[in-house]
């Protein structure tokens, strides 16, 4: 069982830049999928981006294309995500998840979860 920690999270202002990390507890980070997702209050949880196993290969919603660079480091089993330009709208729990497979699958379900951070935005 994989544990996910995030961590980075805070309160800026809109324009700001904020990094998120997520360290993994076991080496077979490195083989998985790895995915970015948040949720805003009163609303469900939506997809950010996801990264396959080697980081070759990124994908992100329309609505932060362009702002947003997920990444990872195997050698640190960590996940990131830079957020840069951050809009009120970006407010929410980020979480960060993993799939058991070295590239995303959209329409298959994440296997592992972290507890998330929150990212506030102030205008």
């Known amino acids: 069982q994989v544990q996910l920690v995030e961590s980075g999270g805070g309160l800026v202002q809109a324009g700001d830049s904020l990094r998120l990390s997520c360290a993994a507890s076991?080496?077979?980070?490195?083989?998985?999928?790895m995915g970015w997702f948040r949720q805003a209050p009163g609303k469900e949880r939506e997809f950010v981006a996801a990264?396959?196993?080697?980081?070759?290969?990124?994908y992100y919603a329309d609505s932060v294309k362009g702002r947003f660079t997920i990444s990872r480091d195997n050698a640190k089993n960590t996940l990131y995500l830079q957020m840069n330009s951050v809009k009120p709208e970006d407010t929410g729990v980020y979480y960060c998840?993993?799939?058991?497979?070295?590239?995303?699958?959209?329409?298959?379900?994440?296997?592992?979860w972290g507890q998330g951070t929150q990212v506030t935005v102030s205008s």
């Open positions: 076991e080496r077979a980070f490195s083989t998985y999928a």
């Open positions: 998840a993993a799939q058991r497979r070295r590239y995303p699958e959209f329409s298959y379900e994440y296997d592992y």
């Open positions: 990264i396959d196993f080697s980081g070759a290969n990124k």
